[in-house]
Every structure is written in structure tokens, then in C-alpha cells.
């Protein structure tokens, strides 16, 4: 547990709530809190079969992380539901030393996650009081993911929030498949984006609910 509760306090990097690898790994009902990231799945070689549900996460500059860490690691089938995921800021520095996100998706070399479903998942609370957040979900060009469906989650965080890359951030995924339906977002201010998109192929946007943002939907080299 490390409680970060000042803007220069650039300490705290080490404390993680869990730190995991392995296959059939089910993480639930907990509560995480005052930790830099709440909970990192990593991988370096084949696992299947993850799921996170019902976790409380908060006080963290991140949530939840999925990483692949070598070369060869493959990850088939990550479900990430029904989690409340909230209250970021408190991880805010001057120096914009952490940068905020609900679920992380990210990796190393050929690392790959063939397969991941972000559901029923509740980002509400403070996100930041500066510009410290990414996004509530980050898809990363280096999560080499093939397949991802976002559905059914709710974005409402307030205060409202300014810059960053958004609820949804998809940066350079130029290979995976991202289907993005029945959401409902509701977060503000000058300068947010609901949807950042950079360099994707394959989205599909369907049947969400916007509203309260002045840049909803913000993309560049996207095909749909």
C-alpha cells in the first residue's frame, strides 16, 4: 500500500496491489486501493483463459494492466466484467509522472493477446485534476491484439475531465479487430474525447450512448 496524496510526490512506482502470471486465472471479488497499479497480468509464454470480475479498484494510477513481456507470450482469452474501476487522481503529479488508465493493455516485442473482452465495467469517480489521465481503457500498437470487444460499460467520471487520450484509447492497433458497442459515456469538459482512435483498421462503432463531451469522437488514419 503506498497513499500518494501530494502533486510532488513522484514516489509509490513499486506498489503494486497484485502482480500475476499462469493460465485459468480467476481474480475476484476484491478490493484494491492505495496502489500505484491495481493488479498486473503479465505473460512471457502461452496462457489462456483470464478472468477479472468484480474487483473494486481504486485510489491507483492504474487498474487493471495486461502485459506480454517476451518475445514468443501469447495470451487467448482475457474477460475483464463487471469491475468498478474509479478515482484516479489522487495519483496526480506536477510532473506528470503516471499517466491514468482504468485497463491497460500493452506488451514487449511479438508478445500477443489473441483475444480480450472489456464488459460491464463501471469507471466513475475523480479521474484527474490535471492532464494525467491516458484513458479509462489503453490498447496499445505493442499489445499486438487480434481481437477485442468492448461492450456494455459505463464511462461517467466527474469532475469533468480535460485531455488525454479519452475513455477509449486505441493508439497505432493496426492489426487487431476492435468491436465497440452499448456503451454509455457521460464525462465533460473542453477538451475531452470519448473515442481516441490512432492508425486502427477494423472498428466497429455501434449503438452507444454519448453525451456532455465537445470532442466526442476523435480519429486519424482509421478505417471503419
Not at 496462457?47 to 492504474?62: A, E, F, G, R, T
Not at 475483464?80 to 514487449?108: E, L, R, S, V
Not at 465497440?180 to 490512432?198: E, K, L, P
Amino acid at each position: 500500500m503506498y497513499v500518494h496524496s501530494s502533486l510532488s510526490d513522484n514516489g509509490g512506482g513499486a506498489a503494486e496491489g497484485l502482480d500475476i502470471s499462469g493460465s485459468h486465472l480467476s481474480i475476484h471479488p476484491n478490493k484494491m486501493h492505495d496502489a500505484t497499479w491495481g493488479m498486473t497480468l503479465g505473460f512471457s509464454s502461452t496462457s489462456v483463459d483470464w478472468q477479472v470480475y468484480n474487483n473494486d479498484i481504486y485510489n491507483s494510477d492504474h487498474g487493471v494492466a495486461v502485459a506480454g513481456s517476451a518475445a514468443s507470450g501469447t495470451l487467448t482469452q482475457v474477460l475483464i466484467h463487471d469491475n468498478h474501476i474509479h478515482d484516479h487522481a489522487n495519483w496526480d503529479t506536477t510532473a506528470n509522472t503516471w499517466h491514468h488508465d482504468g485497463i491497460h493493455f500493452y506488451g514487449a516485442l511479438s508478445a500477443a493477446t489473441e483475444s480480450g473482452d472489456v464488459y460491464s465495467n463501471l469507471f466513475d469517480g475523480t479521474t484527474f485534476n490535471g492532464g494525467n489521465e491516458t484513458a479509462s481503457i489503453l490498447v496499445e500498437q505493442n499489445a499486438n491484439m487480434a481481437q477485442a470487444r468492448i461492450f456494455n460499460n459505463v464511462f461517467a467520471q466527474i469532475p469533468p475531465a480535460s485531455g488525454g487520450d479519452g475513455s477509449i484509447g486505441l493508439t497505432s492497433p493496426n492489426s487487431g479487430t476492435y468491436t465497440i458497442v452499448n456503451n454509455t459515456f457521460s464525462r465533460g469538459g473542453a477538451m475531452c474525447n470519448y473515442i481516441y482512435i490512432y492508425s486502427a483498421a477494423n472498428v466497429t462503432f455501434q449503438n452507444n450512448l454519448t453525451n456532455n463531451c465537445f470532442a466526442w469522437f476523435n480519429n486519424s488514419s482509421m478505417a471503419m
